[in-house]
């Protein structure tokens, strides 16, 4: 045996060189490798609502690996807080992920109404939602006077106190109020010469804040009451919607059902079906929600948005 260049070694009984290198490369992949399997026979089945499980070894081929898994769930213990009770337990959750999911929840809307970010993320808030109303109300003769603007913020408070309306209809309640203010200060009809394109706008960002308002429930009896209501809504206007076509042969569109979707519909994937397990335990009765699966479910939701974020930095990076 002689020593080569490079960290290589002639074998005589290979009848050729050695990279030590290369043997300790190895070595250490398959050490890693090993550890990783320990890891994940450690981490096992993770419980979830509802009866369910998901293997850690199937969120490590999504990309989450058992160091990111433990610092998730370690994030999500500390949002729920001290809770212990049933009670306690369903609000802190519920809390956690309303507030994690909200941003990507309004980008999503803001997307899919064609409206800018900023003024969607603006109304979501009290005062958000009253200056966007105002300003509008300013660039229409028939609104701008400050009149108005008063009757349309009791307008505003009495729509968002309508508990029983999803937010469809208590933005109906704000577009009617501006009809009637319109037509009352100028003429009849007045309303149909509002600008329909800030009128149109001016409502998805009315029924964002509503949206955002109505799911912001403390308990899964709560949340499963608002899937009812929109399910109810959206089975009742699919009953009398004609789907017949126009000669065109384009179908007709039904804006109302389009627009029939609670928040939860633009939360990320994995909230939603976090929040669907939770709404079937509590029907189901399928015993108390425990404290260790909604840190599980909060930590997968926590994972799922930490992806999302590192894919969009890697595409921002390509192409800048």
């Not at 429930?217 to 009398?240: C, D, I, N, P, T």
Request: with cysteine.
């Amino acid at each position: 045996m002689s020593y080569g260049s490079d960290m290589q070694i002639w074998v005589g009984d290979l009848d050729g060189h050695v990279n030590i290198d290369a043997i300790s490369r190895a070595n250490e992949q398959e050490a890693a490798e090993y550890a990783l399997e320990v890891d994940l026979d450690d981490l096992g089945d993770i419980t979830l609502f509802s009866n369910h499980t998901i293997s850690s070894r199937k969120l490590y081929s999504r990309g989450v690996g058992p160091e990111q898994w433990r610092w998730m769930l370690h994030r999500a213990e500390k949002s729920l807080g001290q809770t212990d009770s049933q009670e306690d337990i369903e609000e802190s959750f519920l809390k956690a992920t309303m507030s994690v999911t909200r941003r990507y929840a309004v980008t999503r809307y803001a997307s899919f109404e064609a409206l800018s970010f900023s003024s969607a993320i603006t109304a979501i808030f009290p005062h958000g939602i009253r200056a966007l109303l105002f300003s509008y109300m300013a660039g229409e003769q028939s609104l701008s006077d400050i009149s108005c603007r008063t009757d349309m913020q009791r307008t505003l408070h009495l729509a968002a106190s309508t508990s029983n309306l999803t937010a469809y209809d208590q933005t109906g309640l704000v577009q009617r109020r501006l009809h009637e203010l319109a037509s009352r200060s100028s003429c009849t009809h007045a309303h149909l010469k509002l600008d329909k394109g800030r009128m149109r706008n001016m409502l998805s960002l009315s029924r964002l804040y509503f949206a955002n308002r109505e799911c912001q429930v403390r308990s899964a009896a709560k949340l499963h009451e608002l899937e009812l209501r929109y399910e109810s809504e959206r089975a009742a206007e699919k009953q009398g919607f004609d789907t017949s076509q126009k000669p065109t042969g384009r179908k007709i569109q039904n804006w109302r059902l389009r627009s029939l979707r609670p928040l939860t519909f633009y939360f990320p994937f994995s909230a939603r079906h976090s929040l669907k397990r939770l709404t079937t335990q509590n029907v189901l009765g399928a015993g108390s929600i425990g404290r260790q699966a909604a840190a599980n479910e909060l930590a997968l939701i926590y994972c799922e948005i930490e992806l999302m974020r590192t894919h969009a930095k890697k595409m921002a990076k390509r192409s800048g």
